[in-house]
């Protein structure tokens, strides 16, 4: 009787970086991501307003997203403000989607990384977001975008910024306990397979200090719960280029 032959079952390769984010925009598996603006930036636009600062969304103004996505917030943006817009991501797949929805609108988009030099000319956005976006950078890279979203926003203009914030998070000590990074502060998305970067509130206020006047400071609640940990904590900051 002949034997059946030993098949080995082949491991799945993970898929690390742009072509993590092109599979996820093409067809999701790990994220829910959406089309809809970010609650957070509404909730932006909306302080700025109020703090007599509206003229930073005057019609014809343009806003540079470092980390676009499907371009929902530029879009946003856009559509609310008559905005025009530049934005760059890793995703080529995120950037082709970005493009379909945003024919309407005076938007160019750019695949790249946004630790690069940036697509722009010096002082000519009004708003920069770095939306989750700079975590994914190391630390020179980090650097390079705070300075690069200076250089291209106008004396007066504002930056809104978004990530993970390592106080009091149990995800956060838990990643950087079990799958450390070669930078201290950092782990390596058991997921993605890349490194992200966690600041600390003072870590944060301090490295934006160096350019820009902060405004306004939000974290998110803590969140223990009776079960353990719940979502991850944010903190957003909302900061201003000096007029001299």
Avoid at 11 to 19: C, F, I, L, P, Q
Avoid at 38 to 55: E, H, N, V, W, Y
Avoid at 69 to 98: H, T, W
Wanted: charged content about 25%; some cysteine; proline content about 4%.
């Amino acid at each position: 009787m002949a034997r059946k032959p030993n098949f080995v079952k082949k491991k799945k390769r993970k898929v690390h970086g742009a072509a993590f984010w092109d599979r996820e925009y093409t067809n999701p598996q790990h994220l829910k991501l959406s089309t809809v603006e970010s609650a957070d930036l509404t909730k932006f636009t909306r302080f700025a307003i109020r703090q007599k600062r509206g003229d930073i969304f005057t019609v014809g103004n343009s806003a540079f997203d470092a980390g676009c996505g499907n371009g929902r917030n530029l879009i946003y943006l856009a559509e609310a403000f008559r905005m025009k817009g530049v934005g760059v991501d890793i995703s080529s797949a995120a950037i082709a989607q970005a493009k379909a929805a945003s024919h309407d609108y005076n938007i160019h988009y750019h695949v790249g990384s946004a630790g690069a030099p940036l697509p722009a000319p010096d002082e000519s956005q009004s708003v920069a977001l770095d939306m989750m976006t700079s975590h994914f950078l190391t630390q020179p890279e980090r650097v390079a975008l705070r300075d690069e979203l200076h250089r291209v926003l106008q004396p007066g203009g504002w930056l809104f910024m978004k990530t993970f914030l390592k106080d009091g998070d149990l995800h956060t000590s838990r990643l950087l306990h079990e799958f450390p990074a070669t930078e201290e502060g950092a782990y390596i998305h058991p997921v993605m397979g890349v490194a992200e970067y966690v600041y600390s509130e003072e870590e944060l206020v301090k490295f934006l200090k160096e350019k820009f006047i902060i405004r306004k400071v939000y974290r998110s609640h803590r969140h223990r719960t009776k079960k353990g940990a719940g979502k991850r904590r944010t903190i957003s900051i909302y900061a201003e280029k000096d007029y001299r």
